[in-house]
């Protein structure tokens, strides 16, 4: 399958910072990534989706201003966690949607671990 | 609205056994049926997918079994292996560009 990475996959950071995760797609040009959350034991939440050259279309409930996610090329998107909390810690995962094939397929990244002092 | 229900939560199952995991869904839109697979601290792989003009997919130990008219679609994992122990995901969606819409999450672990 297609390979798409995350940087860092891991931080720390203090209350009131803000954090930038990019995602990227090494093998593909992705014009529609996608931003998750996934607290632990749970489930993945879809927190918005980020096209290539426009604005993000985000899920109901997650705060834009919060959560700006910026898809400047076909191969990265990045999302920075503003002014973080320590509710924002959590697993933060992208996906890049892969045109090629006769079916659309999600390919994940290895996810950013994010923990808010 | 809960669109996806996964069951069950979590299985055990010996090695060398079979591991089925059920998805049933709501939306008679949803065209594309994948589950993932999910280890501690690292993202989704995609595991196996199936479309809905067939019934059964089988891809080396993974089998999908589609039933559109009970809206269910079930991930069979033959000859259970420890490597196996992970979270498994269905996700379907509809249309060319529909979002995945992820079940709860199924736990699975292989005793050895």
């Known amino acids: 399958g297609a390979v798409v990475s995350q940087h860092p996959s891991r931080v720390i950071c203090k209350s009131g910072t803000s954090v930038k995760i990019e995602c990227r797609s090494l093998?593909?040009?992705?014009?529609?990534m996608f931003w998750y959350r996934q607290f632990p034991k749970q489930s993945l939440m879809l927190m918005a989706t980020?096209?290539?050259?426009?604005?993000?279309?985000?899920e109901q409930g997650v705060e834009k201003d919060k959560f700006l996610i910026n898809h400047a090329s076909l191969t990265l998107s990045t999302l920075t966690v503003t002014s973080a909390h320590p509710e924002d810690s959590s697993f933060y995962i992208c996906?890049?949607?892969?045109?090629?094939?006769?079916?659309?397929?999600?390919?994940f990244g290895p996810g950013t671990r994010l923990l808010v002092l | 609205q809960q669109q996806v229900k996964q069951s069950p939560q979590s299985l055990i199952v010996q090695k060398g056994g079979i591991s089925i995991i059920n998805c049933a869904y709501e939306?008679?839109?949803?065209?594309?049926f994948p589950w993932y697979q999910q280890f501690p601290g690292k993202g989704p792989a995609l595991l196996i997918a199936i479309r809905p003009d067939v019934s059964e997919k089988k891809e080396g130990r993974f089998t999908i079994s589609f039933n559109k008219s009970a809206k269910q679609f079930s991930l069979h994992i033959m000859d259970s292996q420890p490597g196996d122990s992970a979270t498994y995901f269905c996700a379907p969606s509809g249309g060319r560009r529909g979002k995945l819409i992820f079940g709860q999450g199924t736990e699975l672990s292989v005793k050895p």
């Open positions: 093998d593909f040009q992705a014009t529609t």
């Open positions: 939306n008679t839109a949803f065209d594309y």
């Open positions: 980020s096209n290539e050259g426009s604005k993000a279309t985000y």
């Open positions: 996906s890049a949607r892969d045109v090629r094939g006769a079916q659309e397929t999600q390919y």
